[in-house]
């Protein structure tokens, strides 16, 4: 009921320059920072399409990670007023962008959660709700509570890779059967793949067969 008030309330109509009918017109749509290419492997920014070679020393936790953007303005406006802001319609209007260049359709779509403690201080989890503006518009399922971040961490943010991952190691539990299943993990942004690569380890040990790890934007 609350996303038919919304798109009643804000018709899709273009993020920057308010032309009506789209969240981008086409030639706004054509200067976002669209992340293409990118390493299949990390979804990092590249100038083909191919895996590079940190992913091929070393292969991620996941299968394939795909982002739609760089982080780059005016993308990364988007994702704060959405992340800092509580700005919902940001979420609603970022799915409408990433729901037709989704790389697949897994059968399970679980957002990346957020601790309980921060979720009580910010009221809500942002992948959460660009997860369920996703499976609003492809009816792909996604499912909040199946992972839970059950040791608080400090905020990723000036960490080094190596403390990221020693930051989250253990920090997810899975709390329902994934055997057989294709899933996508999905975030925000996507910076070092540490968050995503931890959770794909808890999803590997609940069954899921095939893991992928998905973003709005990949920082450079």
């Given amino acids: 009921m609350v996303d038919g008030w919304l798109d009643a309330l ?13 969240d981008a017109c086409p ?3 054509a200067g976002l920072p ?3 290419p990118a390493c299949p492997g990390c979804a990092r920014p590249q100038i083909h399409g191919e895996r590079c070679g940190h992913c091929a020393a070393k292969p991620p936790a996941y299968d394939s990670a795909w982002t739609a953007f760089r982080l780059e303005v005016p993308v990364q406006q988007g994702i704060h007023r959405l992340k800092y802001q509580g700005r919902f319609i940001e979420a609603a209007r970022l799915g409408r962008l990433l729901a037709p260049r989704l790389p697949s359709r897994p059968d399970l779509i679980l957002p990346v959660p957020l601790h309980r403690w921060r979720l009580a201080r910010r009221g809500y989890n942002q992948a959460g709700e660009l997860a369920r503006q996703l499976s609003r518009l492809t009816g792909i399922p996604s499912d909040p509570r199946a992972a839970v971040r059950h040791r608080p961490t400090p905020d990723q943010i000036g960490l ?3 403390e990221r991952r020693r930051n989250l190691r253990g920090a997810f539990l899975i709390s329902r ?5 294709h899933v996508a ?4 942004v996507m910076t070092t793949g540490a968050t995503l690569s931890e959770l794909a380890r808890a999803c590997r040990a609940a069954g899921a067969a095939r893991i992928e790890a998905w973003a709005v934007a990949r920082t450079a």
Avoid at 10 to 22: E, H, K, L, T, V
Avoid at 177 to 181: E, K, Q, S, V
Avoid at 185 to 188: A, M, N, T, V
Wanted: proline share 10%; charged share 15%; with cysteine.
């Fill in 10 to 22: 804000f018709p899709a109509a273009c993020a920057w320059c308010d032309a009506p009918g789209s």
């Fill in 160 to 162: 080094s890779a190596v």
């Fill in 185 to 188: 993990l999905l975030d925000d």
């Fill in 27 to 29: 030639d706004c749509q």
């Fill in 177 to 181: 059967p994934l055997a057989g299943l």
């Fill in 34 to 36: 669209w992340n293409d």
